[in-house]
């Protein structure tokens, strides 16, 4: 018998959200256009040519949203602002009506009790910035922090915790390297110097963070445990390369002020020698790391798989979600401990974990009975609290997603939400799994006890 399971009572519980696959009405008040309100209008792109216009309609109804998450019992909330509603060309000229949203959310969460926890990018990049190159420009370090900068003035006397990106690795691999994700570009010199500006924004926006900000502000990463297939030396190295690809290339900088020397390896002759300086500015101070958990790989040796030379091995046996991900949550255990040794034990928060399953019709009774995803987020919690066990300084929780919402490029298709969403009637109906995380929160998590 393990020992029981009681969270600490100030433990964050919460769900995630992101401000373009879920608030629709991305034209409204003045808004500017996004990169992914363009990706979405060029056919085939994302399936079936679904686009965020309505989404969730997060954007007209948070109110009843916020109304949905007292009664689930969160105590704190994560959300995006959409940068193109504060400034329409991205930079220069301020929206008021657009700030105003965030305000009004910000306001109606403190009112429930909920505490706000806002990520500043999360893949919407004002489309007028694209247009002056984007990510791939030096430039746009200036441009995330002097945005920033207008939203903490506006929310820092009320909002106590800031994440600056969300998932660069997912930034630039989705939107430079394989163009699956906006901007779409398919290109291996363009991949490294994503990154590099990703995290020289990153470092400017916590920079004027500390000029502006009395609170905590973190780094939002994906984190995708690699586990060698054998313990061959192509096998091992493979593992390797993977590894520093997704993992240490963005954690590395941030906090070691060094990339991992395996993107040498990987990109060739497309790895810039960069100015020392830069790391100088990347490696700032931070308050907290955000961990996105979704699954882990199993590792080979592929001399076909470019650029990595790596790919991973199907696991006989294993649930896999409708992703094509594989269910594993002793990997969220293992990368909270890798990250406790790695990075000196940092506070930690998971800030994504999820899964998207098929889900039934809503039943006669008005019931969701989603029972890959409440098995999901049971073993989940249970690894998030052996992490704790075991050390990790480990703050609070977020479920992705609270609501059924825009999967990127596969759109509608994919359900994360713990609350449904019909996207007819845009009624919400909370399923079994949210009705689990009720439970697990308003029992400090005594419900996972031997189950
Ligand atoms: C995250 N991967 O994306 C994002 O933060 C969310 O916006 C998204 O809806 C959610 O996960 C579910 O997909 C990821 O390939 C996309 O490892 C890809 C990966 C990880 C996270």
Same mark, same amino acid.
């Given at each position: 018998m393990s020992a029981p399971i009681r969270f600490p009572s100030d433990f964050l519980w919460g769900c995630a959200t992101s401000a373009y696959?879920?608030?629709?009405?991305?034209? @409204?008040d003045g808004a500017g256009p996004s990169i992914w309100h363009r990706f979405t209008r060029t056919p085939g792109l994302t399936r079936d040519g679904e686009n965020g216009d309505i989404a969730s309609d997060h954007y007209r109804r948070y109110k009843d949203d916020v109304a949905l998450m007292r009664r689930l019992g969160l105590n704190s909330y994560r959300f995006s602002i959409a940068w193109a509603r504060v400034l329409p060309e991205g930079k220069g000229r301020v929206n008021p009506a657009g700030l105003a949203f965030y305000d009004r959310l910000v306001d109606e969460l403190l009112a429930a009790g909920i505490a706000p926890n806002v990520t500043l990018y999360h893949w919407d990049l004002p489309a007028a910035l694209d247009d002056r190159g984007g990510w791939l420009t030096p430039d746009i370090a200036d441009w995330f922090a002097d945005y920033a900068q207008v939203v903490y003035?506006?929310?820092?006397?009320?909002? %106590?915790?800031?994440?600056?990106?969300?998932?660069?690795?997912?930034?630039?691999? *989705?939107? +430079?390297?394989? *163009?699956?994700? @906006?901007?779409?570009? &398919?290109?291996?010199?363009?991949?490294?110097?994503?990154?590099?500006?990703?995290?020289?924004?990153?470092? %400017?926006?916590?920079?004027?963070?500390?000029?502006? *900000?009395?609170? &905590?502000?973190?780094l939002v990463v994906n984190i995708e445990p690699k586990y060698p297939a054998s313990q061959s030396p192509e096998d091992l190295a493979a593992t390797q390369r993977a590894d520093?690809?997704?993992?240490?290339?963005?954690?590395?900088?941030?906090?070691? *002020?060094? +990339?991992?020397?395996e993107l040498k390896d990987i990109f060739g002759e497309a790895w810039p020698d960069w100015p020392a300086e830069d790391f100088a500015l990347i490696k700032q101070p931070l308050d907290f790391i955000g961990l996105n958990y979704y699954t882990r790989n199993v590792t080979r040796h592929d001399e076909a798989n470019w650029p990595l030379r790596a790919s991973g091995v199907k696991q006989a046996g294993a649930t896999y979600?409708?992703?094509?991900?594989?269910? +594993? @949550?002793?990997?969220?255990?293992?990368?909270?401990?890798?990250?406790?040794?790695r990075y000196g034990n940092p506070e930690i928060y998971v800030t994504e974990n999820g899964s998207a399953f098929y889900d039934p019709p809503v039943a006669e009774d008005g019931a969701i009975d989603d029972p890959l995803r409440v098995s999901y987020l049971k073993k989940h919690l249970r690894a998030v609290h052996a992490a704790i066990e075991a050390g990790c300084n480990l703050r609070g929780y977020y479920a992705w997603s609270l609501l059924d919402n825009f999967e990127w490029s596969l759109g509608y298709s994919k359900r994360f939400g713990i609350v449904h969403v019909d996207y007819a009637t845009q009624q919400r109906t909370i399923k079994a799994s949210g009705k689990l995380y009720a439970e697990v929160i308003a029992s400090h998590g005594a419900v996972l006890d031997g189950q």
């Amino acid at each position: 018998m393990s020992a029981p399971i009681r969270f600490p009572s100030d433990f964050l519980w919460g769900c995630a959200t992101s401000a373009y696959q879920i608030e629709g009405s991305p034209l @409204a008040d003045g808004a500017g256009p996004s990169i992914w309100h363009r990706f979405t209008r060029t056919p085939g792109l994302t399936r079936d040519g679904e686009n965020g216009d309505i989404a969730s309609d997060h954007y007209r109804r948070y109110k009843d949203d916020v109304a949905l998450m007292r009664r689930l019992g969160l105590n704190s909330y994560r959300f995006s602002i959409a940068w193109a509603r504060v400034l329409p060309e991205g930079k220069g000229r301020v929206n008021p009506a657009g700030l105003a949203f965030y305000d009004r959310l910000v306001d109606e969460l403190l009112a429930a009790g909920i505490a706000p926890n806002v990520t500043l990018y999360h893949w919407d990049l004002p489309a007028a910035l694209d247009d002056r190159g984007g990510w791939l420009t030096p430039d746009i370090a200036d441009w995330f922090a002097d945005y920033a900068q207008v939203v903490y003035r506006k929310l820092d006397d009320r909002v %106590k915790m800031w994440a600056t990106l969300n998932e660069p690795w997912v930034v630039t691999d *989705g939107g +430079y390297l394989h *163009g699956a994700l @906006a901007p779409g570009h &398919k290109n291996f010199y363009e991949a490294p110097l994503a990154s590099h500006h990703l995290m020289r924004a990153h470092g %400017k926006a916590v920079q004027a963070y500390r000029a502006e *900000g009395k609170h &905590k502000i973190g780094l939002v990463v994906n984190i995708e445990p690699k586990y060698p297939a054998s313990q061959s030396p192509e096998d091992l190295a493979a593992t390797q390369r993977a590894d520093a690809y997704m993992n240490r290339q963005y954690l590395d900088p941030a906090l070691l *002020g060094s +990339y991992p020397p395996e993107l040498k390896d990987i990109f060739g002759e497309a790895w810039p020698d960069w100015p020392a300086e830069d790391f100088a500015l990347i490696k700032q101070p931070l308050d907290f790391i955000g961990l996105n958990y979704y699954t882990r790989n199993v590792t080979r040796h592929d001399e076909a798989n470019w650029p990595l030379r790596a790919s991973g091995v199907k696991q006989a046996g294993a649930t896999y979600s409708e992703t094509g991900w594989e269910v +594993y @949550a002793q990997g969220l255990t293992d990368t909270l401990a890798w990250i406790r040794d790695r990075y000196g034990n940092p506070e930690i928060y998971v800030t994504e974990n999820g899964s998207a399953f098929y889900d039934p019709p809503v039943a006669e009774d008005g019931a969701i009975d989603d029972p890959l995803r409440v098995s999901y987020l049971k073993k989940h919690l249970r690894a998030v609290h052996a992490a704790i066990e075991a050390g990790c300084n480990l703050r609070g929780y977020y479920a992705w997603s609270l609501l059924d919402n825009f999967e990127w490029s596969l759109g509608y298709s994919k359900r994360f939400g713990i609350v449904h969403v019909d996207y007819a009637t845009q009624q919400r109906t909370i399923k079994a799994s949210g009705k689990l995380y009720a439970e697990v929160i308003a029992s400090h998590g005594a419900v996972l006890d031997g189950q």
